[in-house]
């Protein structure tokens, strides 16, 4: 319970050499102890000591923490052979199961899986909802969207669940049905930064700065402060549609009035800003001061720039910056080429 994990185990080991034989709540213990420390050797080996007492016909809370540590550990076939193998499932077995599928991309999976549990007779939770929410928004599916919306309100939800109602935003925003998203947004009596964010982040995606800025103007008058995530949001639409100053005042009021201190993330964001307006000498500035220099997305939004602007000196050298960092970033290669191409189209024109 505490994130000791190998001491938890150590216990384990202790236990048996004394003579002790472990119980389904010991197994329980020791499969999330393997989940701390990611060894999924130990833990399948766990797995085959409780097959062998015959501890998975009948309890199932066992059975669901085995599917757990499976899905955490990426192990999402071995997960879904002892989901099948269990005599019976419960809401926690498919909530697990689903978890584990959006939790590693594989949402088409979590989807089918929602729709096989409502087949077996049971009713999704909020926790089954939130998934195949992200589900939804991951693969950008508005018409699944809108059914699970309509499931929702018949079952009574989201009423005031702010986090459910934070995914809707999120799901929305992310399909571009913006005015639906509002809609959410608007009822929601008491809205927390994610939420704001969310329906930003909505906005800037289809290139709506001033709706951005409005938004969080807003926010702020309504006494939400912004965090890191609302300011990423701020700072790449204004570098998108290349809201130079503006960028620049946000980017400073984060440490002057909110006492948030920049990640990398903001730093590129700055990078990216300054390097699409071409102003080079800026951006250096940036990835300088900014003590980003070893940072590959620093450098990958520079040469970006380069290429656009089709400056092939500045290119090689930030490529060569680049490939010295990593030299598998596959995106500095077409950059580069790009760049090539264009300077050897000039000298020919």
Known sequence: ENGLGKEALDCFMQMKKEGLSPDAVTFVCILKACCNIESVEIGQQIHNEVEKQGFLEENVVLGNTIIDMYSKCNMLEKARQVFDALLNHDITSWNILITGYVQHGLNEEAIECFLSMQDDGLSPDVITFLCIVKACSN?????????????????????????LRT???DMYSNCGVLGRAHEIFDDTPIRNISLWTALMSGYAQVGKVERVFSLFNTMIKEEVSPDMVSFLVLLNACSHVGLVEAGKTAFNAMSAFYFITPTMEHYTCMVDLFARAGHFDKAFSVIEKGACSHHVPCWLSLLAACCKWEISELGRVVFEQLVCLDDRCSAAYVCMRNISIASAMYVEG
């Open 167 to 169: 995914a809707l935003v």
């Open 139 to 163: 693969i950008g599916s508005h018409e699944m969207g809108e059914e699970l919306y309509a499931k929702l309100r018949k079952q009574g939800m989201p009423g005031k669940d702010i986090v």
